[in-house]
């Protein structure tokens, strides 16, 4: 899908996401017992972005999150609305810069794509369970993400507007100054691109800093 979001220039910008839900042989189109908020990992392309998955590889973070529109827990199964924004720079606005680890800025193009992606649903005569939840999920940058979707929604009182239960957030970089101190500290880069994307996106995209550095 594609949806209206503000950009880091403050300025209406059109993103797009990967919506994935459940289908089954049982009953052909389930409705939705939860939504998963999907925040994808740090990728070098936009041929790596959610909405290019089309080749039906889970071996990516994308994949095993489009699987959980299909999940099974303690004797039950679960069908799930699953969401996974290309984020800006990419999909839609691939040319953008990307505003790498600019967590709030993320944080709300990411909701606005979770609200589009459940308008969607709802479209196309597809139901939530009346107790649904959302829980946003990420690793790596996609923790980062995925912590940051967590905080603006407590900061902004969103728990009910998305019925939030919490978040499963792995190896993030939670805080993006005191991790390139780290780099600095430790004179090593365990994923060199990563340092170069921090940089370049605070250089293009931070009001402080955009034209002076």
Same mark, same amino acid.
């Given at each position: 899908i594609r949806y209206e979001s503000i950009g880091y220039d403050d300025r209406p910008v059109m993103l797009s996401a990967l919506v994935v839900w459940p289908f089954n042989t049982l009953i052909a189109d389930p409705d939705a017992n939860n939504v998963i908020i999907g925040c994808?990992? #740090?990728?070098?392309?936009?041929?790596?972005?959610?909405?290019?998955?089309?080749?039906?590889?889970v071996m990516t973070d994308v994949g095993m999150m489009a699987c959980c529109a299909?999940?099974?827990?303690?004797? +039950?199964?679960?069908?799930?609305?699953?969401?996974?924004?290309?984020?800006?720079g990419f999909g839609a606005t691939h040319g953008d810069v990307h505003p790498y680890l600019s967590q709030t800025l993320t944080a709300r193009q990411v909701l606005d794509g979770?609200?589009?992606?459940? +308008?969607?649903?709802?479209?196309?005569?597809?139901?939530?369970?009346?107790n649904w939840k959302s829980l946003?999920?990420?690793y790596s940058q996609g923790g980062s993400v995925a912590m940051a979707v967590h905080r603006y929604i407590e900061k902004n009182n969103l728990e009910s507007e998305f019925?939030? +239960?919490?978040?499963?957030?792995?190896?993030?970089?939670?805080?993006?100054?005191? #991790?390139?101190k780290k780099y600095v500290d430790d004179d090593k880069?365990?994923?060199?691109?990563?340092? +170069?994307?921090?940089?370049?996106?605070?250089?293009?995209?931070?009001?402080r800093l955009k034209g002076k550095h």
């Open positions: 994808h990992c #740090t990728i070098g392309s936009n041929a790596e972005r959610p909405t290019n998955y089309g080749n039906g590889s299909k999940t099974y827990g303690a004797g +039950a199964a679960y069908e799930n609305l699953v969401i996974i924004p290309d984020y800006q979770v609200r589009a992606g459940i +308008a969607y649903y709802k479209s196309i005569d597809h139901k939530l369970e009346k946003s999920l990420g019925n939030f +239960a919490g978040s499963v957030c792995g190896n993030g970089p939670y805080d993006p100054l005191a #991790t390139l880069v365990w994923m060199p691109v990563s340092a +170069a994307m921090m940089m370049y996106s605070m250089c293009e995209t931070s009001h």
